[in-house]
């Protein structure tokens, strides 16, 4: 499966974005679609990740409560809403899949990896 991160930008703090994981290759409703994020000198981060079926979302402490991850597996799209945005969210962002039931915010537990999208949050 191939996948196309989307959807970053420079944005105050505060604000939202939504970032898009496209795929194609499938089967895409066969797959758990995972978010990291890597900083500059940090290593990179789990930061969400939706069960195939759309039914579980996992997300890493720093996000809770004001990051969502969402598909729609018609479109092959995974979604990842970000509000409340901090200088801290600031990295590259990567969607990655793996074809298994379960979800992981490890980044060895996924096979497949697209390019990434910058975020940058600062005043």
């Known amino acids: 499966v191939q996948l196309q991160a989307s959807g970053g930008g420079l944005v105050q703090p505060g604000s939202s974005l939504r970032l898009s994981c496209g795929a194609s290759?499938?089967?895409?409703?066969?797959?758990?679609i995972g978010w990291f994020r890597q900083a500059p000198g940090k290593e990179r981060e789990g930061v969400s990740c939706?069960?195939?079926?759309?039914?579980?979302?996992y997300y890493v402490d720093s996000v809770k409560g004001r990051f969502t991850i969402s598909r729609d597996n018609a479109k092959e799209l995974v979604y990842l809403q970000m509000n409340s945005l901090k200088p801290e969210d600031t990295a590259v962002y990567y969607c990655?899949?793996?074809?298994?039931?379960?979800?992981?915010?490890?980044?060895?537990?996924?096979?497949?990896w697209g390019q990434g999208t910058q975020v940058t949050v600062s005043s």
């Open positions: 990655a899949a793996q074809r298994y039931s379960g979800c992981s915010l490890q980044h060895n537990w996924f096979n497949y």
């Open positions: 290759g499938g089967p895409f409703d066969r797959y758990a």
């Open positions: 939706i069960t195939y079926s759309g039914g579980n979302g």
